[in-house]
């Protein structure tokens, strides 16, 4: 079997992988609509006992042994949305080996590996978070945004698995990307869970366009203030990343064009990234920065993010052009 058979597989195994996010996807989005009509039931219930109570007749609320219909819809939906994730995790880590193995290099050489790897990890995260909390809300966030990363790549930035410039054969491929691309996915998901958190804010604090019947799912996910703490440590882990991300790249331009720093577009936004991301866990933990504050100010961290990836790719050129990094 030639390197380009295993290319084609692992691209193939991609487009798997996307379709299984994709029922993933919908599964979740069952199981939040389900969750949204259970808890609009329970309110109206909570209603109809109250008002029985101040009219002096209680109202009984059935409480049954064997959970309602709703609930096994919603368990069914949640059993598949969690299954078709490790599945789709499954078929995206094969892939990426299989890249690796056609293009006889680790596989985060150009964009398309990059975005390939990334939504990998933070898959691997949201896998992990599951295991340990129940959060269907950050899977439904997690899953979305990996399909569409995905998507993108295959569409837009796919080239074929091939070795590398004489530049980029170096042990800090390995090292300054590989690191770099494990705190984007870490990123990502801090960048959810601050997507849910100002939702479910506003669900708290009574937004009137939250307050329709497909928000009330809202009230099921876990409080604001837990998923501020959940983002913020998310963002110390990628930023940590991210600060050895930044020497690590130093060190290897040192020893490839003889100068620590030299203003590429690279590396200028590199470490508008850090700068950003260090504010923030500054402004957080010695300024009292909480709340919607801070998760604007991670959504404006991701939103650098995203643009050292895209803009500073496909618009600038410098040194790292060639890289397609």
């Not at 109202?59 to 096994?72: E, F, G, H, M, N």
């Not at 949305?81 to 990426?96: F, K, S």
């Not at 050489?109 to 599951?130: F, K, P, R």
């Not at 590199?270 to 402004?283: G, K």
Request: net charge positive; proline share 3%.
């Amino acid at each position: 079997m030639t390197p380009v058979d295993l290319g084609d597989i692992s691209t193939g195994l991609v487009w798997g992988a996307v379709t299984v996010y994709t029922v993933a996807l919908v599964a979740y989005t069952a199981d939040l609509a389900r969750l949204s009509e259970r808890t609009a039931t329970m309110r109206a219930e909570e209603l109809a006992l109250a008002a029985g109570l101040r009219a002096g007749h209680p109202t009984a609320v059935p409480t049954p042994d064997v959970p309602a219909p709703a609930d096994r819809r919603r368990s069914k939906a949640r059993g598949i949305a969690r299954t078709t994730t490790v599945l789709g995790l499954a078929l995206h880590i094969a892939a990426v080996i299989l890249r690796a193995v056609a293009a006889g290099r680790v596989p985060w050489a150009n964009m398309y590996e990059y975005s390939l790897v990334g939504t990998m990890v933070a898959v691997v995260v949201l896998v992990y978070l599951l295991r340990r909390r129940d959060l269907p809300f950050l899977g439904l966030l997690v899953t979305g945004l990996t399909v569409l990363a995905l998507a993108l790549a295959l569409l837009v930035f796919y080239v074929q698995a091939d070795g590398v410039q004489p530049a980029l054969q170096s042990y800090w491929l390995v090292i300054h990307v590989g690191v770099a691309i494990t705190a984007t996915g870490v990123f990502t998901v801090a960048f959810a869970a601050s997507v849910l958190q100002l939702l479910r804010d506003s669900r708290e604090n009574g937004s009137a366009s939250l307050a329709r019947r497909g928000w009330r799912w809202l009230e099921a996910a876990p409080r604001a203030a837990e998923l501020e703490a959940l983002s913020f440590r998310l963002n110390a882990v990628g930023f940590v990343l991210w600060t050895f991300t930044l020497i690590a790249g130093a060190i290897w331009a040192e020893h490839a064009w003889g100068r620590y720093w030299g203003w590429d577009p690279k590396e200028v936004w590199t470490f508008v990234v850090w700068v950003v991301y260090a504010a923030y866990l500054h402004a957080r933990t010695t300024r009292g920065w909480a709340g919607r504050r801070a998760a604007w100010f991670v959504l404006v961290g991701y939103g650098c993010v995203l643009a050292n990836f895209g803009i500073v790719n496909l618009f600038f050129s410098g040194k790292h052009s060639y890289s397609g990094l």
